[in-house]
T-cell receptor, first 112, second 109 residues
Framework: NAGVTQTPKFQVLKTGQSMTLQCAQD?????MYWYRQDPGMGLRLIYY???????DKGEVPNGYNVSRLNKREFSLRLESAAPSQTSVYFC???????????FGPGTRLTVT | RKEVEQDPGPFNVPEGATVAFNCTYS??????FFWYRQDCRKEPKLLMS???SGNEDGRFTAQLNRASQYISLLIRDSKLSDSATYLC??????????FGKGTSLLVTP
């Protein structure tokens, strides 16, 4: 089992460009999450999906949109990238009631 | 103020030593807590889950003190391979977690 996979691993964007970060899990977990991690700031929740068909904002949702395509897939879209969105993005899958979360390998995004 | 606070360290300890990290939380409604380990440029990996007063797994012991609102992680007989950043997390609403910024541990020969 691959667990949680993310694509791409690295990406460089110019300001104003758009892109979608993909995340998929084969753990059969209901909940999925997108975090960003910046030096000195720790992990901050962008959006999450407690179950298929639902999404909710986290701590830092501005500038992002998400889609819970099905139980396995949860994508994060940057419509108009800004340098402040330069970060490492982690997707996670969670087993709901137990709250345990399992992370993907991350996407390193640079916006110039 | 973050809901989960950790001493960033770094903690430098010799191989074989015992080291303890504390993590304080402000959300008294948090029910469950977790310790994650994160290696440089890698994803966080779940180390221990704490649902009641504590948990033990080999050289690692986690304790939860609800009255004082802190969670500790004790590592006995430190190994060089324990060098990493340790993240504390507590539950929020909607199955979300609040993470601390992490504590850096360096185990030296």
């Amino acid at each position: 089992n691959a667990g949680v996979t993310q694509t791409p691993k690295f990406q460089v964007l110019k300001t104003g460009q758009s892109m979608t970060l993909q995340c998929a899990q084969d753990m059969n977990h209901n909940s999925m999450y997108w975090y960003r991690q910046d030096p000195g700031m720790g992990l901050r929740l962008i959006y999450y999906s407690a179950s298929e068909g639902t999404t909710d904002k986290g701590e830092v949702p501005n500038g992002y949109n998400v889609s819970r395509l099905n139980k396995r897939e949860f994508s994060l879209r940057l419509e108009s990238a800004a340098p402040s969105q330069t970060s490492v993005y982690f997707c996670a899958a969670g087993n709901g009631r137990l709250y345990e979360q399992y992370f993907g390998p991350g996407t390193r995004l640079t916006v110039t | 103020r973050k809901e989960v606070e950790q001493d960033p360290g770094p903690f430098n300890v010799p191989e074989g030593a015992t080291v303890a990290f504390n993590c304080t939380y402000s959300n008294s409604a948090s029910q469950s807590f977790f310790w994650y380990r994160q290696d440089c440029r890698k994803e966080p990996k779940l180390l221990m889950s704490v649902y009641s007063s504590g948990n033990e797994d080999g050289r690692f012991t986690a304790q939860l003190n609800r009255a004082s609102q802190y969670i500790s992680l004790l590592i006995r007989d430190s190994k060089l391979s324990d060098s990493a950043t340790y993240l504390c997390a507590g539950t929020n609403s909607g199955y979300a977690l609040n993470f601390g910024k992490g504590t850096s541990l360096l185990v030296t020969p």
